[in-house]
């Protein structure tokens, strides 16, 4: 089975994306990208929000999801969401300071509140913390483009080895089955 690259967290105008969500599946498209999750914010998109995003075709998975913010703790939590999988991301942890105690106490409080956190962003905004990326994170760590503009794109990617199938790419991202990838500048300081 070949490696099938993706980002797992990107915005459209549907929320505070600069580009409408067929521009930002063609852009991805073009990188060679082979699945993409579409996550907007939860308080910016309206009902039908759903309706809109595009299925996938032969070319790229596209999953569908939202950026929630757990209120409690001013915290994003990526929802990417397959035909029955659905996978829960604890957002730019650097963003808001974190170190690993602080990540997993987070982590604890919003399970307890009912959404189960499966990985975390090494990431933000596309560039490479390695901070978050160690041993003391009992999670799943995932790198994404968290994209609103043109300079996020590309810059960080998952790489699993699974079929081109939403499940199979979220079941695979949920047992830490996938590599991590970034572009030159995305690992600079």
Request: proline share 6%; net charge negative; hydrophobic share 40%.
């Amino acid at each position: 089975m070949p490696l099938l690259k993706g980002n797992l967290h990107a915005h459209t105008t549907f929320s505070d994306g600069h580009y409408a969500v067929e521009e930002v599946i063609a852009r991805y498209r073009a990188l060679g990208y082979d699945f993409l999750a579409i996550t907007d914010h939860d308080d910016r998109v309206t009902e039908d929000y759903w309706l809109h995003i595009p299925l996938s075709d032969g070319g790229l998975v596209v999953l569908p999801g939202l950026e929630l913010d757990y209120r409690a703790l001013s915290q994003h939590v990526g929802k990417v969401t397959g035909d029955r999988e659905t996978l829960f991301i604890l957002n730019h942890p650097p963003r808001y300071g974190l170190g690993a105690a602080e990540i997993l106490a987070r982590v604890a409080a919003i399970r307890t509140a009912g959404w189960p956190i499966e990985a975390v962003e090494v990431t933000d905004a596309g560039i490479y913390q390695p901070e978050h990326d160690v041993p003391a994170i009992p999670l799943p760590r995932v790198a994404t483009d968290d994209s609103h503009w043109e300079s996020q794109f590309g810059r960080a990617w998952v790489e699993v080895e699974a079929a081109r199938d939403p499940d199979a790419i979220l079941r695979a991202v949920k047992a830490g089955d996938f590599q991590l990838g970034f572009a030159p500048e995305a690992t600079s300081s």
